[in-house]
């Protein structure tokens, strides 16, 4: 090898097993070799790759940041290099192999070995012998794997923000909101990487060396997963891939899996699907060469059909079936909310960005029990309830999806349908978390998505909630430049100016007698939990107007709100039900 090297100023190397079987020959330049394909990282839990990499220097150095780089990338059990002197002779070695870190530790996952004459190479092997040194090391690592405790069910991940330097100053920000999207879809956080470039790489998005930097973290903390805190292009991902040898997921990827894993109706099933496959279809595109041609021409001739190409068009197919079903589904809510626009009954929409407590809100408004989580996207499907107000007047009021900053294109017209709820609002509750440090961000991002839904001329009310966890004096300050109504959504006795400010914009009147309904029929009286302002409120459990007691569920079905509003007018709420079905029956 070294008489080689010499005489054509190549490095070159050999790939071979553990039996010293030679399994590939590389040539490079004199700089570096590109390794062939040895598999995919990580064949087995604890286990090296059972190959060895010996190759050749032309200039006097160590192991070199590939070499370590392959050495953790590919699991490899050694790599050895021979620097190669003027006269073509073998003269220094230097050898590293892996070692096991402990999680979190910030110590080198590999340890190297020189330089050593060549001469004092065959004394070293006789002290240590490498098939030994590869065993001991494979059991420690099995130990090492065996004691740690993952709690996440899809993997541990590391974060990776890469920006211009224009945008430096949300970095911190936008790399805590991943984390809480990496939580919710149960991955866990070991490691979080921070990036700021002149521009970003049109290929890596990072650069490459920080890249290699990653390959060798994830080998300390053990991830298997690198997520982007950005959008990355088809050709992007497969090139980060491949270099790294980690599943790679980008920003838009985690929300859809955050959605499939939370959507519960059909709707939000479909729209899921939707998402996703406009999301993979111009990912499709790794062609394989081993890839077989199907389906031939007229006859038999002509080169036929790929297996890609089929994968596309039976994509294409899919998403437009997806595309019928839920304009269907779009059919029958609007003519859903036809029927109750007839009947003239206001309608709030509860809007906000993502885990700002609209869920939380909605429950202590309407005494219902819908599933709330600290998490990002913890409900997806539309849930619709009622309050009552004076003189049986009724409200009914609807919570959304939140909304997230760069929310995924496909996502967002997915679900636009499921906006449709809004636009035929009356008004507009925007929730937000008063104690989020992003609370502008939030803002503006709720504000832009509003505008692109065409929901920008609809009256709006901003609701600060979780304001029990900022200092009155901020909460007073807010109030008064944003013209908002403060509120936190586990203490009822703060609802009493929302509910004031509902009736007024509603209504156009004063407070008065104010009931809300809950899905079973327990009285609650709350007299003694409202603030001395407002002691003309009372809020009190309505009795449901169906004649049975409704069953204590998630939520109303679309049936129970249609019976629920054609009851609204009546002061004999059990009366009016058998004439909404008389007037189906027509």
């Known amino acids: 090898m070294a008489e080689i090297s010499a005489s054509t100023g190549r490095q070159v190397g050999v790939i071979a097993d553990r039996s010293g079987h030679v399994q590939f020959v590389v040539v490079g330049d004199s700089s570096k070799l590109m390794l062939p394909d040895v598999g995919r990282v990580r064949a087995a839990q604890g286990r090296f790759r059972g190959l060895r990499l010996i190759h050749t220097h032309l200039t006097p150095e160590g192991l070199t940041r590939d070499d370590l780089v392959d050495l953790t990338r590919l699991r490899l059990d050694l790599v050895a290099a021979i620097n190669v002197g003027k006269n073509g002779e073998p003269e220094t070695v230097h050898y590293g192999h892996n070692v096991p870190v402990a999680p979190g530790s910030s110590e080198s996952p590999h340890r190297t070995i020189g330089p050593l004459s060549y001469q004092a190479l065959i004394g070293e092997l006789v002290q240590v012998d490498p098939a030994a040194l590869i065993a001991g090391l494979e059991q420690e690592f099995a130990r090492v794997a065996r004691t740690r405790v993952v709690d996440a069910k899809d993997g541990r991940a590391i974060l990776v923000h890469v920006c211009e330097k224009h945008d430096a100053w949300r970095a911190e920000e936008s790399l805590r909101e991943l984390a809480e999207l990496a939580r919710t879809a149960g991955v866990e956080v070991v490691d979080q990487v921070l990036q700021v470039r002149d521009r970003i790489d049109p290929k890596f998005v990072m650069g490459r060396g920080k890249l290699d930097e990653i390959v060798q973290r994830s080998m300390q903390v053990d991830a298997s997963v690198l997520i982007f805190d950005r959008n990355l292009g088809p050709a992007q991902a497969a090139a980060i891939a491949k270099a790294i040898d980690l599943k790679v997921i980008d920003r838009s990827q985690l929300i859809l899996d955050i959605f499939a894993q939370r959507a519960e109706s059909r709707d939000g099933k479909l729209q899921v699907e939707l998402a996703q496959m406009k999301y993979l279809l111009p990912r499709i595109g790794q062609k394989d060469d081993s890839l077989s041609r199907l389906t031939g021409g007229i006859g038999g001739r002509g080169p036929g059909e790929t297996v890609l190409e089929i994968g596309k068009r039976r994509a294409r197919e899919r998403i437009s079936r997806l595309e019928s079903e839920l304009e269907k589904l779009a059919v029958q809510r609007r003519n859903r909310r036809q029927r109750r626009n007839r009947r003239d009954v206001p309608i709030v929409s509860i809007v906000g960005y993502t885990n700002a407590g609209k869920s939380t809100l909605l429950n202590a408004l309407t005494g219902s029990e819908t599933i709330v989580e600290d998490k990002l996207f913890a409900t997806l499907d539309t849930r619709s309830r009622r309050i009552r107000f004076p003189e049986e007047r009724e409200v009914v009021i609807t919570d959304t999806v939140g909304f997230i900053r760069d929310l995924p294109v496909d996502l967002f017209a997915a679900f636009r349908a499921t906006f449709e709820e809004a636009q035929d609002a009356d008004l507009l509750l925007h929730v937000v978390d008063a104690s989020d440090p992003a609370l502008g961000e939030h803002i503006k991002t709720t504000e832009q998505l509003l505008g692109q839904l065409e929901l920008s001329n609809v009256p709006t009310l901003l609701v600060l909630n979780k304001c029990d966890r900022v200092p009155a004096s901020e909460v007073a300050s807010m109030v008064r430049a944003r013209d908002a109504v403060p509120v936190s959504a586990i203490d009822p006795s703060t ?76 002061k004999s709420a059990p009366a009016a039900a058998p004439a909404r079905t008389r007037s189906r029956a027509r």
């Open 495 to 570: 609802f009493g100016p929302l509910l004031e400010r509902l009736e007024r914009m509603l209504f156009e009147r004063g407070s008065g007698v104010v009931t809300r309904s809950a899905t079973g029929s327990d009285e609650l009286d709350l007299d003694d939990a409202i603030p001395p302002s407002i002691t003309s409120v009372r809020l009190t459990a309505a009795r449901p107007v169906e004649e049975a007691p409704a069953p204590r569920g998630p939520y109303f079905d679309d049936a129970a709100i249609d019976a629920l509003i054609a009851g609204s007018g009546s």
